[in-house]
């Protein structure tokens, strides 16, 4: 998949799916239904799932089913439905391994300066996702895409904005930041949910805000944003991880149709 194939349609492309892989089962049902709804509307599709969520809060938080499991569980989504799928990693030796399952190699927010990390992900060839850090301008990350670029990696770039630490429990998201980012010349992402979370709670557990996220959606669409990114989950209070910022998978439809009003408006 390139990113050309991603931004080919009028539409936003759309990376979503639960914030961990906790199951095969669990992951093809979100991914069916994920499906249907894109296909429908013409929405490019890429399904999101973290084989493992290494930046937990607290020793005894969900990190995963295991490494090897959960990327077999991306590909058997990627084959069955025919769809690219985005994980995380986090070390550059994790590049190349993760590399084999998925289409797009996500660099997590707090690492998005790894220069290592970066310029591993580019040398596998896939597209290289790399989110915003909490702590970074808009301007500063296009040095962090020239690193991936260095290595081969141009027009396999795309950048995520996903908030900024406000104060010590909470973020806030500048929506100057996804017009900023794209005159770098490639595509912004919004993390909607990500961007909701409210971080470093006194009990070691995330909190977050998922009654903002349509609005939080719609601000994105309406500034320029080329994608929307969002964890999603049949019942967000059972989730193993990020329960507390997802979008109920029940409400995605309905957002969708809300959010190509709103970028054939701005269109």
Same mark, same amino acid.
């Given at each position: 998949?390139?990113?050309?194939?991603?931004?080919?349609?009028?539409?936003?492309?759309?990376?979503?799916?639960?914030?961990?892989?906790?199951?095969?089962?669990?992951?093809?049902?979100?991914? +069916?239904?994920?499906?249907?709804?894109?296909? +429908?509307?013409?929405?490019?599709?890429?399904?999101?799932?973290?084989?493992?969520?290494?930046?937990?809060?607290?020793?005894?938080?969900?990190?995963?089913?295991?490494? +090897?499991?959960?990327?077999?569980?991306?590909?058997?989504?990627?084959?069955?439905?025919?769809?690219?799928?985005?994980?995380?990693?986090?070390?550059?030796?994790?590049?190349?391994?993760?590399?084999?399952?998925?289409?797009?190699?996500?660099?997590?927010?707090?690492?998005?300066?790894?220069?290592?990390?970066?310029?591993?992900?580019?040398?596998?060839?896939?597209?290289?996702?790399?989110?915003?850090?909490?702590?970074?301008?808009?301007?500063?990350?296009?040095?962090?895409?020239?690193?991936?670029?260095?290595?081969?990696?141009?027009?396999?770039?795309?950048?995520?904005?996903?908030?900024?630490?406000?104060?010590?429990?909470?973020?806030?998201?500048?929506?100057?930041?996804?017009?900023?980012?794209?005159?770098?010349?490639?595509?912004?992402?919004?993390?909607?949910?990500?961007?909701?979370?409210?971080?470093?709670?006194?009990?070691?557990?995330? &909190? &977050?805000?998922?009654?903002?996220?349509?609005?939080?959606?719609?601000?994105?669409?309406?500034?320029?944003?080329?994608?929307?990114?969002?964890?999603?989950?049949?019942?967000?209070?059972?989730?193993?991880?990020?329960?507390?910022?997802?979008?109920?998978?029940?409400?995605?439809?309905?957002?969708?149709?809300?959010?190509?009003?709103?970028?054939?408006?701005?269109?």
């Amino acid at each position: 998949m390139t990113i050309r194939e991603l931004t080919a349609t009028d539409n936003f492309f759309l990376l979503a799916g639960p914030c961990v892989i906790e199951g095969e089962d669990m992951a093809l049902r979100i991914a +069916e239904k994920v499906v249907a709804m894109t296909s +429908e509307r013409n929405i490019p599709y890429v399904f999101k799932g973290s084989y493992r969520k290494a930046n937990r809060s607290r020793i005894d938080s969900f990190t995963g089913i295991g490494d +090897e499991r959960a990327l077999r569980v991306l590909r058997r989504v990627r084959e069955t439905f025919n769809i690219p799928v985005v994980t995380d990693i986090h070390s550059p030796e994790e590049a190349e391994m993760a590399a084999e399952y998925v289409d797009v190699l996500q660099i997590p927010a707090f690492l998005c300066r790894q220069t290592d990390l970066l310029t591993a992900a580019a040398k596998t060839g896939r597209i290289v996702n790399i989110k915003k850090g909490q702590f970074l301008s808009p301007q500063a990350m296009k040095f962090a895409a020239d690193k991936v670029v260095s290595e081969g990696g141009a027009g396999q770039v795309m950048l995520t904005e996903r908030g900024t630490t406000f104060g010590y429990q909470d973020l806030v998201v500048d929506f100057r930041s996804i017009p900023q980012m794209r005159t770098f010349g490639y595509p912004v992402v919004m993390d909607v949910t990500h961007s909701l979370q409210q971080p470093n709670q006194s009990a070691g557990v995330t &909190g &977050g805000m998922p009654e903002l996220i349509e609005t939080m959606a719609k601000a994105a669409v309406a500034v320029g944003a080329d994608g929307i990114f969002l964890e999603t989950h049949e019942n967000p209070a059972e989730a193993k991880s990020d329960g507390a910022n997802m979008l109920r998978l029940d409400l995605l439809e309905d957002l969708l149709d809300k959010l190509i009003k709103v970028r054939a408006a701005v269109k």
